[in-house]
């Protein structure tokens, strides 16, 4: 069972820009699908982005697309999302999220969840 830890996250004005990390204990992360899910209050989760491992192939929701880059360093256990151009309506809980699957995309369904991380954008 893998473990993920968040890193990053806290208050940022409207505009503004903020690096999640999320580093994982798993040894081998070959054929893995590793993303991040967030949930604002009162709201459903909601799939942000992802990244496979194998081709390094990205994914995002429509949301985010073109403010928002996931990425990974080259030795697959840490991975970032960099957001750009922060709205209010991005504030929630951040988790990172991580399985073995064969394909990748942008979903709420996980396996593996990390323990979660604030992020607030204020106008």
């Known amino acids: 069972e893998s473990q993920l830890v968040e890193s990053g996250g806290g208050s940022v004005q409207a505009g503004g820009s903020m690096r999640l990390s999320c580093t994982t204990s798993v040894s081998s992360l070959n054929r893995y699908c590793m993303g991040w899910v967030r949930q604002a209050p009162g709201k459903e989760r909601e799939g942000v982005a992802a990244i496979y491992t194998d081709n390094g192939r990205e994914y995002y929701a429509d949301s985010v697309k073109g403010r928002f880059t996931i990425s990974r360093d080259n030795t697959k256990t840490t991975r970032y999302l960099q957001m750009n151009d922060l709205k209010p309506e991005d504030t929630g809980m951040y988790y990172c999220?991580?399985?073995?699957?064969?394909?990748?995309?942008?979903?709420?369904?996980?396996?593996?969840w990390g323990q979660g991380i604030q992020v607030t954008v204020s106008s």
């Open positions: 999220v991580a399985d073995p699957r064969s394909t990748c995309h942008v979903q709420t369904t996980w396996n593996a």
